[in-house]
C-alpha cells in the first residue's frame, strides 16, 4: 500500500514538472484588443494596483493578520477565561489561516510567475490552482504516511 502511495506521488510530482516546463516553453505575450482606450475597469484596476504596490499598505496587512493571528493563538491556549471548547476552535482557525496563508502565497507565486512570462490571466490561474492543489496532495500523502494532523 505506502509503494503504491510512494509511486503515485512520483507520477504526481513528474506531472507537476512537466506542467511547469510547459508553460515556461509557451511564452507567448497577447495584448487585450482595444488595448488603446481606457475603460472604467482598467481605471479601476490601476488604482488598485497602484495601493497594492505600496509598501505601507504590504507593511500593514502583515502587521495586521500578524497580530490577528497571534491573538486567536493567544485566547486559545491562554488563560482569559475561554470555554475549552471555544478555544479549540479558535486554535482550529489559527491553524486554517496559517494554512490558507501559505496555500496563498503558492497560488499566487505560480500566477505571478506564469505572468511574468507574459501569458494571460487563464494561464496564471490554471497555474495558480495546480500549485494549491499540489500544496493539499502533498499534505494528504503526508498526512496518510506520517500522520502530521491530529
Do not use: C
Not at 475549552?84 to 496555500?103: D, F, I, P, Q, R
Amino acid at each position: 500500500m505506502v509503494s503504491l502511495t510512494l509511486l503515485s506521488t512520483a507520477l504526481m510530482g513528474l506531472l507537476v514538472v512537466a506542467t511547469f516546463v510547459a508553460v515556461a516553453q509557451i511564452g507567448a505575450k497577447r495584448t487585450a484588443p482595444g488595448a488603446g482606450s481606457v475603460s472604467r475597469y482598467d481605471a479601476i484596476t490601476g488604482t488598485l494596483g497602484d495601493v497594492a504596490r505600496t509598501p505601507v499598505v504590504w507593511a500593514v496587512a502583515f502587521v495586521a493578520i500578524a497580530v490577528g493571528i497571534g491573538a486567536v493563538a493567544l485566547l486559545a491556549v491562554g488563560d482569559f477565561g475561554v470555554s475549552e471548547g471555544l478555544s479549540g476552535s479558535l486554535l482550529t482557525v489559527a491553524y486554517a489561516a496559517v494554512g490558507l496563508l501559505l496555500t496563498g502565497f503558492v497560488f499566487l507565486g505560480a500566477y505571478f510567475a506564469v505572468r511574468g512570462r507574459g501569458l494571460g490571466n487563464a494561464h496564471g490561474v490554471a497555474a495558480g490552482s495546480f500549485a494549491s492543489g499540489l500544496v493539499f496532495l502533498v499534505l494528504i500523502v503526508t498526512e496518510l504516511l506520517v500522520g502530521v494532523i491530529g
